[in-house]
T-cell receptor, first 113, second 116 residues
Framework: SQKIEQNSEALNIQEGKTATLTCNYT??????LQWYRQDPGRGPVFLLL?????KEKRKERLKVTFDTTLKQSLFHITASQPADSATYLC????????????FGTGTRLQVFP | EAGVTQFPSHSVIEKGQTVTLRCDPI?????LYWYRRVMGKEIKFLLH????????ESGMPNNRFLAERTGGTYSTLKVQPAELEDSGVYFC??????????????FGQGTRLTVV
């Protein structure tokens, strides 16, 4: 069956370091992959989108990679700040003819001073 | 510009009762989506409207759930009768262009539904 895995354990890092979050999927061939941020009591907020034919995408301190051979996406936050503390969700698009997003369970990131 | 708004933010109802959730998408967004997160699980797709038409309702759990979007503006999601397993956070999202999978979706803050 289709499965999306994100680190269920929280990731704790020190301010200024680079945070790397992982999204692995099986039995799936997504056309697009998105990353969202979610704060407690709030809805997900879109961060980045990467297409299957793209290897890497950057936005300010954020970088996403997409390896369709490994079936993995990595999400990096450089020079992390306490304000980056949140849960980060990856979401896959099924194919070109569907508008449905498939979410992972998310990884909680805690950046401490 | 107002974002996606959902009402109520919290609802506690007894098993067997009816609850109606409302979502106001961003003005001008034809695409409206409902998602749900039950405790400990991932956010799951329920259905997708394009204007007032249901484009995809493959994620609706059963016929106790009824979604409407009359006039192509706001949407309601009614659960009747509610069961304990319906508890969770219901999210609404909207997008201006079709194919949300290749553009950003704007999510509301969610409605936390608790069925006791």
């Amino acid at each position: 069956s289709q499965k999306i895995e994100q680190n269920s354990e929280a990731l704790n890092i020190q301010e200024g370091k680079t945070a790397t979050l992982t999204c692995n999927y099986t039995n799936y061939s997504p056309a697009y992959l998105q990353w969202y941020r979610q704060d407690p009591g709030r809805g997900p907020v879109f961060l980045l989108l990467i297409r299957e034919n793209e290897k890497e995408k950057r936005k300010e301190r954020l970088k996403v990679t997409f390896d369709t051979t490994l079936k993995q996406s990595l999400f990096h936050i450089t020079a992390s700040q306490p304000a980056d503390s949140a849960t980060y969700l990856c979401a896959l698009a099924g194919s070109y003819n569907t508008d449905k997003l498939i979410f992972g369970t998310g990884t909680r990131l805690q950046v401490f001073p | 510009e107002a974002g996606v708004t959902q009402f109520p933010s919290h609802s506690v109802i007894e098993k067997g009762q009816t609850v109606t959730l409302r979502c106001d998408p961003i003005s001008g967004h034809d695409n409206l989506y409902w998602y749900r997160r039950v405790m400990g699980k991932e956010i799951k797709f329920l259905l997708h409207f394009v204007k007032e038409s249901k484009q995809d309702e493959s994620g609706m759990p059963n016929n106790r759930f009824l979604a409407e979007r009359t006039g192509g503006t706001y949407s309601t999601l009614k659960v009747q009768p509610a069961e304990l397993e319906d508890s969770g956070v219901y999210f609404c999202a909207s997008s201006q262009v079709p194919r949300v999978v290749n553009t950003e979706a704007f999510f509301g803050q969610g409605t936390r539904l608790t069925v006791v």
